[in-house]
Nanobody
Framework: QVQLVESGGGLVQAGGSLRLSCSAS????????MGWFRQAPGKEREFVAS????????DYLDSVKGRFTISRDNAQNTLYLQMHSLKPEDTAVYYC??????????????????WGQGTQVTVSS
């Protein structure tokens, strides 16, 4: 069982930056691919970014490429999402997710077995 706790959300003006963190319990963090997803009011959950177990490969939603960076610290069991040049359309609840052991993760939520409770990001215009 893996527990994920996100933090770092908040209210920021357009053009600003935020860094989200996701702390994972247990000793299997480094054996799981990780991802960030978001869900805006009235919209379906969408993929934002993913990272492989070692951190050597990353994938991004097209609309966040060049603005967001996903990273991980396996020694600290922590996943990050650095967000720059934020736009009002980035407003959503952001969730981190962990794949099954030695899983791939990917861009579809079905590839993830564990989810955090979410952290709200609000970007004002």
């Amino acid at each position: 069982q893996v527990q994920l706790v996100e933090s770092g959300g908040g209210l920021v003006q357009a053009g600003g930056s935020l860094r989200l963190s996701c702390s994972a319990s247990g000793r299997t963090f480094s054996s799981r691919a990780m991802g960030w997803f978001r869900q805006a009011p009235g919209k379906e959950r969408e993929f934002v970014a993913s990272i492989t177990r070692s951190g050597t490969s990353r994938d991004y939603l097209d609309s966040v490429k060049g603005r967001f960076t996903i990273s991980r610290d396996n020694a600290q069991n922590t996943l990050y999402l650095q967000m720059h040049s934020l736009k009002p359309e980035d407003t959503a609840v952001y969730y981190c997710a962990a794949s099954k052991l030695y899983g791939y993760g990917g861009t579809n939520g079905i590839g993830y077995d564990y989810w955090g409770q979410g952290t709200q990001v609000t970007v004002s215009s």
